[in-house]
Structures are given as structure tokens and as C-alpha cells.
């Protein structure tokens, strides 16, 4: 055959790009890719106008109205060009983080969680330790519930270290590093099993709260529903959180014992009312339920009472009780029994309409607003009228002894505002946002008092109204659940899609939208349509993007992004070995980088127990490999200078190819060696 | 306390809003939702520019030039305006298949494949069997690979109605039914535990193809490196699919035993090659590597000769050659040896420059389009060629004896197009588009012959380059592998982002870009960066959207999505109930509606086998439950007429409340109930 027009000379150039650069445009480590590197305006083509011909062409032939191009030109990102914000949303019963950009809306990654992902190589050799850590009564879950991310705080602000979220479905609790967004902790709550699947911090991260859900006895014991009032009951568990390691410190967390009253969200308060927590809850009916038994549905029977009850915690007296000592231990957990919380007055209620969804405390620290579900309106209480009421007790009694103050006294305002008020987000103009779900909309409304003079609009008044597609539970402010919201933009969490997006079948995407609240006056716009079909987001907490500092690759080679340092474990590049420790162990420790692992071919013997090591020694930015073993379940994903570390049985003779799984250069394909387990003879 | 401003009146409303109605909008039954509701444009405020006041302040506001405000008025979506086309696309080591919406690149869902996905409800008491049927030496996978989706085909074309998709980790086929866009079957390939993750379907779908990847034993039985030329193979597996059935009928399908040269992607001829398939491979030295030996690794062992070879496959003939009972036992899998395939010309090979990844077939099945990876050319195979030289025996043998057909009788172009030529798909005008990696490059270049009449320039030419972001990998264009493509558009699955997207850690999103394409020369816009950070996407393909007829709900209420057809199992409403079987066995049957599930109260005793059964009995678009049960990794996404059922042990005593996890109404927190596990006394 000819090779004539075959480029052999060509072979050197590209078999060294392929080793040494693979790919175009790398960053030197360390450093920080720039954000919104300006391009040059060129000249329309179109001076008078402004816009080019092309566009117009484009508008009428796609028949945009003009709100359409302006939306289209306010969330369109070109090349390069990051988004604003960082939007850190739950997934619901996926389990997982889901981070997105505003306003592009475009989903930048997930957080892998309480759910193995091979993508990320979680739970497939690397992060096992961790998911198996929150198992249930020695049962490892593979799914989690999530709801409620929480950033870390700093006085009450967002300082992008860590996100904390919960897992509704078995109430955990677990830790992310925004170092490196990866998740470096679960927790599994030793009284509960249900929460509601939030995490709250307390304004420097001395704790992260956990509220409870539906009623249990404690550890879940069985007792009889029909012991409902007596065994049956609630928490609020305060994990403490240790900043300099990285973790949550169970030895220091405790809990407190509540009424079964199925608490839902809680809030922590800042400013005013720094060391104080608030909390919903739906069934202080203490309906239990039997729809079979010809009783009414749950539904209806936790929803017969006009009120429920807020929850008012004094945590940093509840933080002074437990470190006197004043606990009982039920599975092994410090608890503060209901009996302290009334001696060390811990815990007040105060009437709430009715099985109320969120509470959320204004920017100052000052109010705290409940929306009221199946009551049309929000209703604003004073921490201050709430701290008079307390000092004069003015209260009655719940059924367990505990203060309910006297609703007028702690209310400040009731807002009317619509069907199915959910949740209430701030921004910096003195507005408060609340999600309207039976309505389908978003209803924009005015704080008062101290707020009042920052827009032209009446206080304590609804403003506006704007619908969202279709049925929204939350909705997200940039830094909208702190003192100082960014309110620029609005995302609403609608549940439902219906129509929105071409059918993919009889499971719809969600449908968050994106909203432009930076003017006054009830002018919102709808933005954006995004569908969200690879989980559920609940509640989502919106940062600047300018404030996280992830890494771009780990800090040296050999990084063990457990315990975020160097290993002493980690192989180098010149340590690469095969080693038998004894009949049945063999250790590999493997170097990865563009393009081949080394050593290229592993031998064991059927049956061996085999530790596996392997190290990047990548340092560029974006210099990814995967590593896969076929029929062991191992899937790693390495990033640069990160080192890894799992054990397996070698179960089955048989030759098993490995392979590089994520695309790392021209020869990538290449990237592969074999494991040979040999029959035992 | 006063309940004057408590409006009680409205708690029936309420009440009632949430158990009839739920959410808004619900659309009857059966009824498809209308795509691309036109909606009237409205004047503009600025009549002689076309273009409204606000869209040109916020042009030079976000300083965007008129290519950015075209690309954004050419890919915004306004709210309940449906995408043009989808894309299925694998996810790589994320282990499912991404569908996203065309052009407004948006992930529209997820459909969970290899890997257990909690959202969806796959692998968590539901779906558990057809992962299972998956497994590797007996034992449970619960991750895979996913590299190439296919796409059934009537006459070549796209038909809309399954999927199919390869797992390159463990060499494994899954068929996915796209009237509800979910898993139905995973086989696992009896002879082969590596192939490159490809489905390739014959133009009426009788065989689904998949290809091997790196040489290993037949069944990957032990056998020593040095025994690779006499003991490792390739293979391609025919998988015969019973569209009757929906299934891949395993009886009927067999492999061809192939040369240990690493085979790569495949693809299926039509019209004049129908009959035929076509195979890169990129090892035909054999090369084995060893670098803690000293030797090369593996990357340049296998890229030293200038050729490897193209497979030639006539799969009609060795369909015959099965069908006349010409073949060994393989693990019990019928497998066409090497002997066999000369017998009866059913492989040839032709050499093909250089490590090649793709091979793919022009619109009219007559050319097969060769990308060189290292070799800066594409070359262009003509089939009627490739006939002659088979006829006139045109051909010398390699080392097993398979005949190695001349190149220069086969080749009818070569055309240079730059450094690191991966994969090519074509448009309707003749011109073809070839990913060029290194280049990080789209090239898009003529065809000729036949082709030549479709545009205006010269053909067999390189027409232009358009940098993407960054290193391309794969490229789809909407129906462009097939006899019919419509090429508007082009994605191109670039493996690099690097600084193109916010910082999100060391782990970064892929960047998939979308293309405008239709007009003619080198004019190729790029529209849209979209970050992609749950999987790594290999191949896509892209369909009219209008093709796919997906359900909206399951057509009768207790369907069970297995059978797709109504299960005599399935409990309707009045069928609730709870039956012990026996001392150690206990059977439920439960209904989910809005907002409750009956019954509400199941117990059972410690130790007993648990068996549960749960329909929804809604029919409503959108209407869909969630069922968990804490502590026994259960989850259930329940949709419209939905029939499940799970089994499990209730090894531990204790109350566990269920509840649903999908927001499906106002009253969708109160949608639980108790799970009562009794100690046995």
C-alpha cells in the first residue's frame, strides 16, 4: 500500500501534543480562571437602531415580542462570559446538590450527596466511607431526600466555605467543602428518623439546626399510635459545627425533645434576635391518621385547627443547659427533655394560621414571617413584641406545659396576599417576596416599620403579582435569607411544567423560572423557563459568585480530599509498585497523567484482597481522569494531584481491562492497562 | 386568643382547592400537550428599528455584540414555547442517557439506565430486576458507562420509538422505550467485558450492534499477556431486537469472534451498503504494553503504524452463517469464529490511517468517512469500491488470514482538515462537519460525486474551520447519521471548558456548544455555550421532536411499566387492603391519590417478608407521587395510573413514617403515613 500521502512526519508532533499538552488552553495551576472578561462592542450594523438587521430578522421570524428579546438578552451568556451568581439548589428525592448559574440558568454541576454518582465517583471506591457513615440501624442507604441547603455563615452573611443539607428521608446530616464541592461528611441523626430535610446555620456556624418532621418516638422505638400524645414526639437537633476541621462535632450536638406536632422548617435569627431559632409546625391537632379505618385522610385531619404553632427557641440558652449538663441521653444523643426546655426557658409557641410551610426572618433580624399554606395571608411577628410577651408571660399553656404567647401581642402585621402562601424571600428595597401556590404566583408585598422608607410603596401592603408556570413552593433571592439580600433576580421553584416543555414522558421536568425584581412598584418580569427533570429542588440559597474560591486543581499531588492534605500514602511519580503484603493482600500503587496509568498491567491471584492506590500527578487545570475497574464496581474520578485509595476482593479469575473514563487528550482512548487475576492453582 | 382576622371561611375553599384540583392547569388525559403556541407580536416601541428601547440598553449594558444578540434571539425560549428537536445523549460514566431540547439547549430530564437514579425512582424497590439482569459474574453493577446512543430505525431513518445504549465499563446493551422514557431491559454480553459503549441499529432495526474495545480473552477468562495474538479477541455482538416485545431476544443474537485489535465505534450501512456495517480499530499492532517493564505504554505501542484497519462486515451474510448453525459456544452465546468468518466473506479489512475513532456513513450509504485522530485527513471510502475490490479479490491477508483489501482500490478522497480528525456527520447540502480535536475545531467540508450538485463549492474540499470550546470530541447534527439529516444545527460535545464557565472546584463541566449551520460556505456561527456537569457526553443524536409520540400518563389506571400493559395485581381504589400470608409473610395493596395514600397505617411484624403493592389512580398530565420508606432504601416515582411493586424484610422494629416525595399538591406535606414494624413477642 502506499504511504505516501499518509503523514508519518506528523506522528511525532501529534503523539507529543498528545502526551505533554493534550489539549489547547491550559491555565497554570493555582491560579483563577477570570470571570467576565469584557469583549469589545462592534459596531452594529444597524446605527440607528441600535440592534443588528440579523436580530430583527431573527425576532420576527421566531415572533419574539419585545419582552422576549429583552429577557433573551438579559440571561444569554456568550462564550466565556460567567454567570453572576451561583445558585446552590436541593434536588429533592435525587439526593444530590445541583448547582446553577444565574442568570443564565444553565446547570454548571451537581454535588454528589447521599447518592452514589459515577460521574463524580462517589460511592464507587472513593466517598463509601462517607455515605456508609449515615447508614440506618447498620443499613447502608444509597438515596437521600434533600430540601434545604444551608451556606455557611459569617454574622449571618454567606461566606462560601461549606453547604450543609439534609436528608428528609432518614434524617441526616451532611457536609460540603466549597473548596473543592465535594461532600466530606454524613451524619445520621440517632433519635429521628424524619426531618424535614433542612439545615439551618446559626449567624458564625456554631450550629447547624435540624428540624423535625413527622412525629416518632424517639429512636424510632415502636410504640402504638395510639400512644400518639404521650410517646410520640418531635426534635430540633443542633449540630455543632468545627470550622478548623471541617465537620460537624458529633460529641458536641444535641437535640431538643418537642411536641409531636410535625415541626417543618425552621430559621435562625441574626442581629435582634441572634441566638434565637424559629420553626413551623402543621399537626398540633396531633391527628394520627386511618383513612382505611374510615377515618379522615391525614390531609384533612392535621388541617382542622385554625392555628398551629410557632416554634421560638432560645438556642444559645438551650447551648448553656446542655453544657451544664442538663440532658438525658436517649440512644446514646444528649436531649434536652421538655421538662428542661420549660425549667430553662428555652422553648415558647405562638399561634401561627394554619399548617403554615416556611418562616423566614426579615433582613434586620427583626420580624419573622409565617406564610400561612391554607391561610391566605403571611403573618408578621415582632421579635421585640415577642421578647415583651415573654418577660410579662403573657401566655396560656399547651397541653405539655409549654408558653403559648398571645397572638396579638407578638403579631406585628397580616398581609393578605392569596391562595397558598408558601415562603418568603427579602431583598434590599424593603420588599418581601412570598410564593403563592395555589394561585401560581409570585406576590411581592412591602415590610414596614423600618423598611418603609426604603421604596415609594405603602407598608405592610401587596404590591404586585406575577404568575409562574405553574404551582411554585419556593422561591430564592441572592442572599434573600440573610441581613443583606442582593434582589436583583428571583428564582420561583414551580412543582409543576405541565405544558412548558416538549413531552419526555408521563415524568415532567420542574419548571424554575427566572424573575427580574430590580425595579419597584409591582414591575417583575419573567425571565427564563428552565427545565429541571434530574431531581426536584426545594429550596435553593443564592451567592455571589465572587465570594466561593474553589480550587482549581488540589494544592499539591498526592491530596487526599478526605482529610484535605497531602498523603503519606499517595504514590509519586517513581513510586509506582505492585507489592504482595502476605498470601492474600496486594497493594498497587498507581500514577495517573496524560496518557497512561502506570504500571500498565496489574496481577493478582483469585481471592486476594487488593488495596488500590492512584495518584494524579496532573497539575492543570481541568486535567481530569477517571479510573474503572469492570465487575468490582469501582469507578473513580481523579482530579488534579488528587489521590485515591480503595479495597476490593479479587473474586473472579478472569483478564479485566481498565480504562481512563473521562476525556483527557488525543490519545485518550489509549488510556487503559489490564488486570490480570490468575487461578489460583 | 382572637381568630377575627382568621379567615375559617376560607379553610373549605382551601381544603377542597387542594384535594380536588391540586396544582393549576391540569390537561384531560390522554391528551398531548400542543407544541409551539404561537403568541401575537406585539408592536414595538420603536417602530422603525424593530427592536425594543429596553433590548438595546441592555445590549450595551451586558456589552454584547450583534452575533451575541442573534445567537440569543436564536435560542431563547419563551415561557410554554417547545424545542424544535432533542437530543438524547449519553452521559458517559454518569451511566444514563441526557435528553436536552434543541435549540435552547436545556436538559429536559434524565433517563436513569445503568445507574440507580432515586429521582426517577430506579433502583430502589422498582427497576432493581433489570439492573440486576445486568450483572457481572453474578454480582450487581449499580454504575455504567454510556458512550453511544441509537436510535431505532425504519428504513434508516429515526422512527422514534426506542433507544438503545451500550455500556463500555462492563460491555452491556440496554433497550429504553420512549412512550415513557424509561429502561425496560439490560443484557449483559456473555462473551465480552469491554466494548466502546455503542448501539448501532440496522436501518429496520433487526440488530442493534456493538462493537468490542480493548482485546481480552472470549469471556474474559484468564489467559497470560503473552499469549495475546493466539488467545485475546475483539468482537462485534449482533443483538437481534423483537420490536413485537420491546426486547432484545437474546436467542436469536450472536458475535463475531474479531482479531484483538481494539476495535472502536461501528456503523450500519443503508441503501446500496445495506448489508453491510463498518468498524475502526486502532491496535492492530497488537501492542501490549507493560511501561513499569520499560516498555512504551500503551499510547504509543499502539500508535506506531501508519494504518489499522477498517472492518467490512457483510451482517446479512453472517446472519445467514448463524442462522445455518455455523457457530461455536461462547459462555452458551453463539459466536461466529475467525474460520467461519473467512468461510463464508463475511469480514474484510481495509487499512485505514491512523488510530482512527470514527467511522460514519454518508446520507446516501455510499461513502464511509474515516477520521485519522492522528493522522490530519479524513478518507473516504466508496462502498460500490469496495465491492469491486472484494469482487476482483483485490486484497492480501493479515496474520489470521482475513483478507486486507487494497487501499487504493477502496479510497475515493482523502482531504486534509487539520490536527486530531475524531468523528463526522453530514447535512442535506452535501457537506460533512468532522470534529478535529487538537485543532479544537469544527471543519466542515464537501462531499463530492453524487453530493456535489448540493452546494456551491468545490467538493472534496475543506471549506472552513470554527474554533469551539474546547477540544471536540463528538458532533451531532439533527438526524446526521442517517439518509435524511436537517442540518440547522450542530452540538459540539467538547471535553474541555477550562475557563469558560464559573469556577465550580477541581471537577469542571464539559461544554457542549450549539452551531448554526444552515447556510452555505464556511458561515458557521456558534449560538450557545452550555455547561455540562452530570455526565460526560460522548456520541448524541438528535431527532425532530415532533417524531416522538411520548405518553402523558400510562394509558390504564394499574399499568405496570415492565409489561406496559395493566397488571391483574394492580389495586384500584376499593382494593386497599392488608393480608398476612402466612406467619412470616405479609402482602399490601395501596392507592395514591391526591393528597393521601390508603391505607395510611400498615403494620407488620419484626422479620416478616414484606410485600407491596402501590398504583397511582390519578390520570392527570403531571400528576405524580412519590413513595419512600425510610430505612429499607425504597423509592418510587409513582406517575399517572402507575402500578409498583417492591418486596423487602422488616428487619427491625420500630415507626417509620412514609411519605411523598414528589410535590404534588397544596396538601402534598400531609401525603404520608406509618409504617409500624412490631417486635414479635
Known sequence: MRTACIRTALLGTILQAGLLAGCGGGEPSGSTAQP??????????????????DARKVMQERNLSPDDVTAALRTYMPSGRHDDFLMFASSGHAGQVIVIGLPSMRILRTIAVYT??????????????????????GKVMTWGDTHHPGLSRTKGEYDGQWLFIADKAHAR??????????????????????????????????????GGQYGHPLAWEYADIEEYDTRYRGHATFWKFDRQRGRIDVENSFALELPPYWQDL???????????????????????????????????????????????????????????????RVNGFPVLTLDTLK?????????????????????GGDFMVVSGKLDPHVTVYSFAKIQQAIAAKNWSLDPYGIPVLDFDAVVEARVELGLGPLHTQFDQQ??????????????????????????????WSLIGKTPVHYNIGHLAVPHGDTPKPEGRYLVALNKWSIDRFAPVGPLLPQNLQLLDIANTGANMKLLYDMPMGIGEPHYAQIIRADLLKPWNAYPEIGWDPHTQAVSPHAPKQGDEKIVRRDERTVEVFMTAIRSHFK??????????????????????????????????????SIEPGEYQRFEFTADKAGVYPFYCTEFCSALHLEMMGYFFVRPRS
Open 173 to 210: 446530616m451532611a457536609v460540603i467543602d466549597l473548596r473543592d464541592f465535594e461532600t466530606k461528611q454524613i451524619v445520621k441523626n440517632p433519635i429521628a428518623i424524619s426531618d424535614h430535610g433542612g439545615a439551618f446555620a446559626t449567624p458564625d456556624t456554631d450550629y447547624i439546626i435540624q
Open 430 to 459: 424593603g420588599y418581601a417576596y412570598t410564593s403563592l401556590f395555589l394561585d401560581s404566583a409570585v406576590a411581592r408585598w412591602t415590610l414596614g416599620g423600618p423598611y418603609e422608607k426604603l421604596n415609594p410603596d405603602r407598608p
Open 599 to 636: 504500571p500498565e498491567h496489574v496481577e493478582v491471584l483469585e481471592g486476594d484482597r487488593v488495596i488500590w492506590h492512584v495518584t494524579s500527578v496532573e497539575r492543570a487545570l481541568d486535567a481530569v481522569h477517571g479510573f474503572m475497574l469492570p465487575g468490582f464496581n469501582i469507578m473513580l
Open 343 to 363: 425549667k430553662e426557658n428555652i422553648l415558647y409557641f405562638a399561634p401561627e394560621p394554619k399548617s403554615p410551610h416556611g418562616v423566614d426572618v426579615a433582613p
Open 266 to 328: 425552621f430559621q435562625v435569627g441574626w442581629g435582634p434576635s441572634d441566638g434565637w431559632s424559629f420553626g413551623n409546625s402543621i399537626n398540633t391537632e396531633r391527628y394520627t391518621g386511618g383513612i382505611e379505618k374510615g377515618r379522615p385522610p391525614f390531609e384533612s385531619g392535621v388541617s382542622q385547627s385554625d392555628t398551629d404553632y410557632l416554634h421560638i427557641i432560645n438556642w444559645r440558652a438551650a447551648e448553656k443547659a446542655f453544657r451544664d449538663g442538663k440532658f438525658t
Open 36 to 53: 467576565g472578561t469584557a469583549r469589545p462592542v462592534r459596531t452594529s450594523t444597524d446605527g440607528a437602531a441600535g440592534l443588528p438587521v
Open 116 to 137: 452514589p454518582e459515577s460521574w463524580q465517583g462517589w460511592g464507587f471506591g472513593a466517598g463509601n466511607d462517607v455515605i456508609a457513615a449515615g447508614a440506618v440501624d
